[in-house]
């Protein structure tokens, strides 16, 4: 089938893009922690990495509904490889502050708010329903792989070359992966949407009223933001507890980090064969009682082989989170409202992250990180329990057959 091919080239676009910006910010990254030893630049530099995708993201969403998304896609990837460029001459003149990496970061970071929201949006205009959650799990894969090898492949880029020279490669691969997706990827136009003419503001908030007349919308985005807040305290705390319980060896934190990417990896491998219950609402919900259940494994492994174990099993089962909620509000969402959906989504994984890490990581120096697991994974159990109950979720229907 057509449709096949796109997809193929799509995610081969996605995958080369994805890699070499991995690549290239965690160079980034390393080189800001290795020159400045400063936990301020550190943390500078992370702001700068998320906090314009939170600020960003209600325009991107209008822009995706408004415009050819695959306009924005390509624009998005372009803007990197310019910022890119830039910083590159600047090294190599010799300007090489703080101040301009976190510039680029935060570059980054919208060209990730706008991108996001338009590929997702894109996808539901040329693929079958019934295939939609098969291409969100390979797209999780490719973006779990790009996690894996992105800093491993940016440590021996750094090893090797000045980070200049590093710079490169992202460019390179951004040339490459627009040039797949703009020549291959043949897609049904969408944009240009004359029913959404006005500020961006107005017809933000026109999205936030559908959101909010919908029967279900409003509740499941409450639970995902609780959801990904109790997720955070785990998640980045992890190799903290760690350190405390089995040692501190570095190689202990990338055992742990490369079994997670692995898991993530097969489990959106595992989402293409086989996609979960018959309603997505049901794979939602039981996948994330799984993630609260394996929050509280991790709190009593009582080895280190255990434990890491167990990180893999959270990786293979984050997909089915994942693909699952990204299927599920690509099938019922109106087309003319999906971009500015998929940009509160992508708004609340920006913003609920870091909250909870605001929130959890300041108990950590007060009681044990296991007890801080148990209460997310008990958070977690309580979300499950929330949305299998909760009456607009009971009646979400499963999809209906496009064969």
Not at 101 to 121: D, E, N, Y
Not at 308 to 336: D, E
Request: aromatic share 10%; charged share 10%; net charge positive.
């Amino acid at each position: 089938m057509i449709w096949k091919r796109h997809v193929a080239f799509l995610l081969t676009s996605q995958a080369i893009s994805l890699l070499g910006s991995s690549i290239v910010q965690s160079a980034m990254i390393w080189h800001i922690t290795l020159v400045t030893t400063s936990g301020s630049a550190i943390a500078l530099a992370s702001v700068a990495a998320f906090l314009p995708l939170v600020i960003v993201s209600p325009l991107a969403g209008v822009w995706a509904d408004r415009y050819n998304r695959r306009v924005i896609t390509v624009a998005a990837d372009a803007a990197v490889a310019v910022a890119t460029a830039g910083i590159f001459v600047a090294f190599v003149l010799g300007h090489r502050s703080l101040t301009l990496m976190c510039v680029v970061l935060a570059i980054r970071s919208c060209a990730t708010a706008f991108q996001s929201p338009a590929v997702t949006s894109l996808l539901p205009g040329f693929v079958p329903e019934d295939h939609l959650m098969r291409v969100n799990g390979l797209s999780g894969s490719v973006q779990a792989l790009s996690n894996i090898l992105g800093p491993a492949l940016g440590g021996v880029a750094l090893a090797l070359m000045p980070l200049h020279m590093v710079f490169l490669i992202d460019i390179a691969t951004a040339i490459i992966g627009i040039t797949l997706f703009w020549f291959f990827v043949k897609v049904p136009a969408y944009g240009d949407n004359r029913e959404n003419i006005g500020t961006w503001n107005h017809e933000f908030r026109v999205g936030l009223r559908y959101i909010r007349r919908h029967d279900f919308y409003s509740p499941l985005l409450v639970f995902f933001a609780v959801s990904m807040t109790a997720i955070s305290a785990p998640a980045f705390l992890a190799n903290l507890h760690v350190a405390r319980e089995f040692g501190a060896e570095t190689w202990r934190l990338s055992v742990v980090e490369t079994f997670y990417g692995i898991g993530a990896a097969l489990g959106g491998g595992l989402v293409a064969l086989w996609p979960g219950l018959r309603r997505e609402i049901s794979t939602i919900a039981y996948a994330i009682a799984v993630i609260g259940l394996a929050f509280i494994l991790l709190a009593l492994a009582p080895t280190f082989v255990i434990f890491t174990a167990v990180m893999g099993l959270l990786g293979v089962v984050i997909p089915y989170l994942n693909a699952p909620a990204i299927t599920l509000l690509q099938r019922t969402c109106a087309p003319q409202h999906l971009g500015k959906l998929m940009s509160i989504v992508v708004m609340l994984n920006g913003a609920f992250l870091p909250l909870g890490i605001a929130i959890f990581s300041p108990l950590a120096d007060h009681i044990p990180i296991w007890a801080i697991m148990v209460l997310g994974g008990i958070i977690e159990l309580g979300v499950c329990a929330g949305i299998l109950t909760h009456p607009r979720l009971r009646a979400v229907k499963g999809p209906v057959s496009v064969r």
